[in-house]
């Protein structure tokens, strides 16, 4: 096995905690709902209140870290519908309820902000945005949704999201015959391979990703390169319509090393119809994609 394959069957994930600097989020003030706004508001701690639970059992884990949980619960607890549009969130009250600091409140409120989750106005307070106003491209969006009552829908659209981009990434990659891309994406389907012969689908899913997200960059469109994290959140998606990337077995391995030989020998044509090849649904699903195009 070589040193990198090693290497990623025995990293760990990292995550970005998106934290903010002190000064910045003292120049960023969140002003709190006024007082008519709180009349009316259900109790966090009432029997019902699923807020609440989540609240005290986020209070016993503390292994994503305060800001990263406090982010993770409450951008569920919105993408779920548990908190509807135009829901007031009051900073000491969320404080309260999940025993954290203000400024952990304020720097996760900062990050739904920034997903489009939540908006804060003088006066007004800060409030859950519908919808509409959500980045649905953002990767953690992505997630709550595929995991959330969402979860169909959300699959579906990534299934077709990567129909869209990643054939023509494969046959503009095609293009860009660079020795060093060349052999990293070899490395991953070596990897694959490693990974699958010891049933280690972690590893498999990961090297699967790097794999699609490089193909991506080295297509030469800047605008597609914008889209590789899409392409990854879709691939640490399971349990919607299983396509070749979805499944550590000899087929999808073989797709994948069809991918790798197009690209080395610049074949745009065959490197988009083995892609489009492996990402079509298995008959055993519902088809949410059409069949490859003969070339």
Not at 122 to 147: H, K, Q, Y
Request: negative net charge; contains cysteine.
């Amino acid at each position: 096995m070589s040193t990198l394959a090693h290497t990623m069957m025995t990293a760990a994930r990292s995550a970005d905690s998106g934290l903010a600097s002190p000064g910045e989020l003292d120049r960023y003030p969140y002003a709190e709902a006024p007082a008519v706004d709180r009349v009316g508001i259900p109790a966090w701690d009432g029997g019902d209140s699923e807020l609440g639970r989540v609240g005290r059992r986020a209070a016993g884990s503390r292994g994503r870290g305060l800001h990263g949980q406090l982010v993770q619960q409450l951008g569920q607890m919105i993408v779920s519908g548990d908190l509807g549009a135009d829901r007031p969130l009051v900073p000491e009250e969320i404080g309260q309820r999940f025993e954290v600091s203000r400024t952990v409140v304020r720097e996760s409120l900062r990050v739904l902000e920034a997903k489009g989750l939540v908006s804060a106005r003088p006066n007004v307070g800060t409030r859950v945005r519908p919808v509409s106003d959500w980045n649905l491209l953002d990767p953690d969006i992505i997630e709550w949704r595929a995991f959330g009552p969402q979860r169909d829908d959300q699959r579906r659209e990534l299934s077709e999201l990567r129909w869209t981009i990643e054939p023509l990434a494969a046959r503009l990659a095609a293009g860009h015959g660079r020795e060093d891309v060349q052999q990293r994406l070899a490395d991953m389907v070596e990897i694959m391979g490693h990974a699958m012969a010891q049933g280690d689908a972690l590893t498999f899913s990961r090297a699967d990703s790097e794999f699609h997200s490089l193909l991506i960059q080295v297509a030469g469109n800047r605008m597609l390169e914008h889209l590789s994290g899409i392409v990854s959140s879709a691939l640490q998606v399971s349990g919607g319509p299983v396509t070749g990337c979805d499944r550590p077995n000899e087929a999808s391995l073989a797709h994948h090393g069809r991918i790798r030989d197009a690209l080395a020998a610049g074949d745009g044509a065959a490197a988009e119809a083995a892609m489009r090849q492996l990402l079509t649904v298995h008959p055993e699903v519902e088809r949410v994609v059409p069949a490859p195009r003969e070339h």
